[in-house]
């Protein structure tokens, strides 16, 4: 059985940084592509970063440079560094994962966490 838990969410004011970590267990992160998505209030859940099998990285545009995406094979643990937070980073962030390609689309997304809430104060 597949279990993604996020953690590392929480409340911190704009400019601050929170690092989150999704464990993973039932799926390799190093035979999945791992992903992490966001959901703002009443808006759909969208790609913010991936990290595929052979080790690329990809991140949606609008967020590169402010956001890190790493993992651990050897912890089944994949990252995300968030730096210069925003309020319009405010959401919940989800670990997702699929085997093989990395795509960026949602549906696409075989296994999710829970997710972990961020909440950024102006």
């Known amino acids: 059985q597949v279990h993604l838990v996020e953690s590392g969410g929480g409340s911190v004011q704009a400019g601050g940084s929170l690092r989150l970590s999704c464990l993973a267990s039932?799926?390799?992160?190093?035979?999945?592509?791992m992903a992490w998505f966001r959901q703002a209030p009443g808006k759909g859940r969208e790609w913010i970063s991936w990290?595929?099998?052979?080790?690329?990285?990809a991140y949606d545009d609008s967020l590169k440079g402010r956001f890190t995406i790493s993992k651990d094979n050897a912890q089944n643990t994949l990252y995300l560094q968030m730096n210069s937070l925003k309020p319009e980073d405010t959401g919940m962030y989800y670990c997702?994962?699929?085997?093989?390609?990395?795509?960026?689309?949602?549906?696409?997304?075989?296994?999710w966490g829970q997710g972990t809430q961020v909440t950024v104060s102006s």
């Open positions: 997702a994962a699929r085997p093989n390609l990395c795509v960026a689309t949602t549906s696409q997304y075989n296994y």
């Open positions: 990290f595929s099998v052979r080790g690329a990285i």
């Open positions: 039932g799926v390799t992160t190093g035979t999945h592509c």
